[in-house]
Nanobody
């Protein structure tokens, strides 16, 4: 079982920045991709961004140009730099790690953006 731990969540004002971190425990197999998802109160969990082991990235439209995903998947670490935060970015942010065919989730870190 891969352990995934997120950190870096906080309360900030609109326009502010946060950097989330994701750390995964060592695995026999390499991490294929690391992604970020978020869940706002009363809403379903939604995709935010992903980085693959090839370095390719993908973002949901609403965060393009504001969020940047990065990581060193060999070292089982990833980051989400969030700039120009908006109140609608509020939610619990989860890191997802894909190893082989398995998907592993962290417990989440709370991000609150006030107007």
């Amino acid at each position: 079982q891969v352990q995934v731990v997120e950190s870096g969540g906080d309360s900030v004002q609109a326009g502010g920045s946060l950097r989330l971190s994701c750390a995964a425990s060592k695995t026999i197999f390499s991490i294929n991709a690391m992604g970020w998802y978020r869940q706002a109160p009363g809403k379903q969990r939604e995709f935010v961004a992903v980085i693959s082991d090839s370095g390719s990235t993908n973002y949901r439209d609403s965060v393009k140009g504001r969020f940047t995903i990065s990581g060193d998947l060999v070292k089982n670490a990833g980051y989400l730099q969030m700039d120009s935060l908006k109140p609608e970015d509020t939610g619990v942010y989860y890191c997802n790690v894909r190893v082989n065919t398995a998907s592993h989730w962290g417990q989440g870190t709370q991000v609150t953006v006030s107007s």
